[in-house]
């Protein structure tokens, strides 16, 4: 499905099967000699022809498009290999352009599964998830040439004028697009409608829930009517959107704060449980990658309340173990 949004900004709906997600939000700006396609998909078939199929209806050729990627998670980041030319550029932050890059080489692995496993993920669990992890299936598949871009950076494509505002939070590097003109907000996993980001640790941002509070606000003292986000509905009342995000938080907050309660745990114990939009009725029914991205939310949220000095944190045995102080 294509569908134009504003002139010459048109939404590519990317599925994404076997995914909760269901489907991406690629976005196309048609410039007047060059194009700009905004994150990409899997690097899967059935990504690759939706997008080739959008672009055959506009009549637009890859030779003539670059790409710009909100941040580097495989579902927005993985087909980029397979649809850029000689002549394209591929611009992201260079937080998580290094990161990505790194997908492809076991250090990255390597130093996540370590993080996980200080955080109480079971040795033997940790190895099916990462194995199974989409990043692995899905990734780009090989190092690419990336054009770094900064933080109030501009790029310029046809009518409209992009400046680049860096948002971490989801991701070390995650970067905005923000139009103040047509007072227009590209969101990548920033500001999501009916559901929340994965707020996860990541070694190099060990609070990154603090961080994503941060640049929500950031975002609010911008002037917004319209916000293309990288997944389900688009969204026009912006800072409506970003209080229900901070309500979430904090409810996750308070509940954790409720099940220490019993006692130190660590961020895998007190991930199983917390209360998930998910339909299995045991954590052990859980899939491993879910087990996964709910670790990390939860380690994201015991850190932020450490931070905070609301709980006390201590490494005992090599795992990181949370109490009430």
């Not at 579902?75 to 998580?96: M, P």
């Not at 029914?285 to 201590?314: C, N």
Request: charge should be negative.
């Amino acid at each position: 499905m294509t569908i134009e949004i504003l002139p010459n900004i048109f939404q590519l709906e990317v599925p994404l099967h076997g995914n909760p997600l269901k489907s991406l939000n690629s976005y196309l700006i048609k410039g007047n000699n060059r194009h700009l396609i905004i994150d990409t998909g899997f690097n899967r078939p059935e990504c690759k022809n939706a997008i080739i199929s959008s672009l055959e209806k506009l009549k637009i050729s890859l030779e003539d498009c670059d790409f710009f990627l909100t941040h580097l998670h495989a579902d927005h980041t993985g087909l980029v290999s397979s649809l850029a030319t000689n002549n394209s550029r591929i611009f992201c932050s260079k937080e998580d352009g290094i990161l990505l890059n790194m997908f492809e080489s076991g250090e990255y692995w390597t130093n996540v599964s370590s993080l996980l496993s200080s955080h109480g993920f079971p040795p033997d669990e940790l190895i099916t998830a990462t194995q199974k992890h989409p990043a692995k299936e899905s990734s780009p598949g090989k190092q690419l040439e990336l054009s770094y871009i900064e933080n109030g950076a501009t790029i310029e494509i046809g009518e409209y004028s992009f400046i680049c505002i860096l948002t971490p939070g989801h991701s070390p590097g995650h970067m905005c697009l923000y139009e103040p003109k047509y007072r227009l907000l590209i969101s990548g996993d920033h500001i999501l409608a009916r559901i929340t980001p994965n707020i996860t640790v990541w070694p190099q941002m060990p609070d990154a829930l603090s961080q994503y509070l941060h640049n929500l606000d950031k975002i609010l003292e911008l002037e917004i009517d319209l916000v293309l986000p990288g997944h389900r509905s688009l969204i026009y009342d912006c800072p409506k959107r970003i209080e229900e995000i901070k309500n979430h938080h904090q409810e996750r907050l308070e509940e954790l704060l409720g099940i220490l309660n019993s006692g130190p745990l660590t961020a895998y114990q007190a991930a199983s449980k917390m209360t998930w939009s998910l339909t299995y009725t045991s954590w052990g029914d859980f899939p491993m990658i879910q087990k996964w991205f709910a670790t990390g939310e939860a380690a994201s949220h015991l850190e932020y309340l450490a931070q905070q000095q609301k709980v006390q944190k201590d490494t005992i045995d090599g795992k990181s173990l949370f109490s009430l102080i």
